[in-house]
């Protein structure tokens, strides 16, 4: 309830720099991760900004957290309004290029910039995210492996946010393929900044 303001900070940019990856996928405008494609399907329908389509759409997803039993943290909570107001403030002032490869190589970054910003957030162990919150609770009440509930469920957000006019294209496939690496080497920077401060502080004394 009273966590650290280490990780308080951790996590505000975390999501900051998390949203803004969101962000540079969407500017780019050559295909989005699964759940702004599915967010980018309704703006089509109700005709709300993406900012507040991605923020309905975590409330929703938490109202799901009740009848799984899973608890949110606040990390979870911040997740949900933190990057929706960078999706809704940001997109504005990003780039959109004329050139299809320079769009993709935007995309690349989006992609990159997410996992990094996805790193951050994991070292501040404040609650998961409500779509990874919902998938851990569907994998306990399903008991299927957790990578076939994940695949599940982000095919079945694509599917729709596509069927509503969202947008599925390489940079669809860049997030799907590039995300979990890109957490991870974002994990492997964090930690070898955390090893070199800890030594620097060790021969001080």
Same mark, same amino acid.
């Given at each position: 309830m009273k966590p650290p303001l280490a990780s308080v900070l951790f996590l505000i940019i975390g999501l900051v720099v998390f949203g803004l990856g969101?962000?540079?996928l969407v500017a780019a405008g050559v295909g989005v991760s699964p759940w702004t494609v599915f967010a980018e399907g309704v703006t089509n329908?109700?005709?709300w900004s993406l900012g507040f389509a991605t923020f309905v759409i975590s409330v929703s997803v938490l109202a799901l957290w009740i009848?799984? *039993?899973q608890v949110p943290g606040m990390g979870t909570i911040l997740n949900a309004v933190i990057v929706a107001l960078v999706l809704e403030f940001a997109l504005p002032y990003l780039p959109h290029f004329e050139s299809y490869l320079a769009n993709a190589a935007l995309a690349l970054t989006g992609v990159f910039v997410t996992g990094f910003g996805g790193a951050i957030y994991l070292i501040a162990n404040l609650g998961p995210g409500p779509r990874d919150g919902l998938m851990v609770g569907f994998q306990t009440v399903t008991g299927q492996p957790i990578a076939?509930? *994940?695949t599940f469920l982000e095919l079945?957000?694509?599917a729709i946010g596509w069927a509503l006019g969202g947008t599925l294209g390489l940079g669809t496939v860049f997030f799907a393929?590039?995300?979990g690496p890109?957490?991870?080497?974002g994990m492997q920077i964090l930690q070898a900044r955390s090893l070199a401060r800890q030594a620097r502080l060790a021969n001080r004394v």
């Open positions: 969101e962000s540079l329908v109700t005709g009848p799984l *039993r076939r509930v *994940r079945t957000v694509v393929l590039g995300i890109s957490m991870a080497i």
